[in-house]
């Protein structure tokens, strides 16, 4: 019985009491796993054949051991030729017949390494027709000469004939465009050298002198911090004045208070004012007009003022004539005022750029001078002891070139708050979730 037949079987027995008029029902109420079951059990048959049909032979297998006449060389040469184990799943296991008999394949061993060899001398001719192209297009590139000291702009093209905009034209145009950087770019931000020589008063043998010299800046910066500290104990400190309790609670008081009771001298003005008719503050302006003569006498007295300073300038015009010298001398003393401003201007600018510049809002400050007592000075390097890291020195350096921001750490301020450095107050906003 064929599968179509099958299927028609199966389907009446199955829809005997159903009603099959639409599409609907029929996709609702047919089942037909068991067809599909026997004709994938018809499938499997014809790929690896019917059990019945094969023999003993080919379905048990007798276990037996296996024979050692071959050498360990023999099998390595076997595993060596042989497919590898992960290629198998690669392999057709199918019993389906091929449905194209002939097939365009080479089998034969001399024809498959004739064919390989082929492929490799034209891949190798067309490596070498490769190379030889590029040898041809660009040449090695010779180092004997810096490139960055070459000037773009050709000889040709510096002359007073060829305008700016013409050799910029040209260059862009010729594909070796002029690009404008400004100094700033390849400008330091200061000129504070990388490592500074220590100072030789710092030394761990200093000369007398050098070690006193070193003191006594040391002693100058430190008056100038107590100095500073004293100043604002006595501006701001100072300033406030000491309280007792009873009498900030007056004070209070008194100011709460204010406004609240009325004088009784005032109350007793103000009943005697409220009793006189109404006043005006600014007496009524009557608009009276001037006399013909009073505004020629304004006139006049206008333009004689005109005429006195008219005659002022001119006057002083004859007196500068005669002055001339005097002028010259004070015009000359303007020039070198002008000039001692510009060299001490320069000279500040000089002065700038050996400072560090600010990076951040903290600013930059001087590592303290490597100082020591006396008694702690070292005659031998022996017993020398570092007087600070070189990890911090580098660091003091770099926040001095401007590299890396100045920062304070381990100073009594929480982790989340040590890049700001603030102590941030919070508040709690008050809503309607809140109880009340």
């Known amino acids: ?7 028609l079987v199966k389907m009446k027995e199955k829809n005997r009491h159903i009603s099959m008029k639409t599409k609907t029902a029929w996709r609702k109420n047919i089942n037909i796993s068991d067809v599909d079951k026997f004709l994938e059990e018809q499938r499997q048959e014809e790929r690896i054949g019917n059990v019945a049909d094969k023999s003993d032979a080919e379905l048990f297998l007798n276990e037996t051991i296996p024979k050692t006449d071959k050498s360990l060389r023999n099998i390595r040469k076997e595993k060596f030729t042989a497919s590898p184990k992960y290629c198998i799943s690669l392999e057709s296991s199918s019993k389906v017949a091929d449905p194209i008999v002939k097939r365009n394949r080479v089998t034969n061993e001399a024809k498959l390494l004739k064919r390989f060899t082929q492929a490799d001398q034209l891949e190798q001719r067309k490596l070498k027709s490769v190379g030889g192209k590029r040898k041809a297009k660009r040449p090695l590139a010779s180092f004997d000469k810096d490139i960055w000291e070459e000037e773009p702009i050709p000889e040709e093209m510096k002359s007073e004939w060829f305008p700016q905009n013409v050799v910029l034209h040209h260059m862009k145009n010729s594909g070796k465009p002029l690009v404008k950087v400004t100094a700033s770019t390849h400008a330091k931000p200061n000129a504070v050298p990388n490592v500074e020589l220590p100072v030789s008063g710092s030394s761990y043998n200093p000369s007398v002198d050098d070690y006193n010299e070193l003191k006594q800046v040391v002693i100058e910066k430190e008056r100038k911090k107590i100095k500073y500290s004293q100043h604002l ?9 000491k309280m007792s309790k009873d009498e900030k609670e007056a004070l209070v008081f008194k100011e709460m208070s204010e406004g609240l009771f009325e004088n009784k001298e005032e109350a007793v003005v103000d009943g005697e004012d409220s009793g006189n008719e109404y006043t005006a503050v600014n007496q009524p302006v009557q608009n009276k007009k001037k006399m013909r003569s009073e505004q020629n006498r304004k006139f006049r007295a206008v333009a004689k003022r005109n005429m006195e300073t008219i005659t002022k300038i001119e006057l002083k015009k004859l007196k500068d004539i005669n002055k ?15 000039e001692k401003k510009q060299d001490n201007r320069a000279k500040r600018m ?9 990076v951040a809002y903290m600013q930059y400050e001087e590592a303290e001078d490597d100082f020591l007592e006396p008694t702690a000075l070292a005659d031998s390097l022996r017993k020398l002891e570092p007087a600070k890291s070189l990890v911090a020195d580098r660091f003091k350096s770099f926040q001095k070139r401007t590299l890396i921001a100045p920062k304070k750490h381990r100073d009594g301020i929480p982790r989340s708050n040590r890049s700001t450095l603030k102590k941030w107050k919070r508040y709690t906003l008050s809503t309607h979730k809140e109880p009340s």
């Open 233 to 241: 104990d006595r501006v701001v400190t100072q300033k406030f004045t």
């Open 324 to 338: 001339l010298q005097q002028l010259s001398s004070e015009v000359n003393q303007k020039d070198k005022i002008i």
């Open 350 to 358: 000089e002065e700038k750029k050996q400072q560090p510049g600010r």
């Open 1 to 7: 019985m064929s599968g179509t037949a099958l299927f």
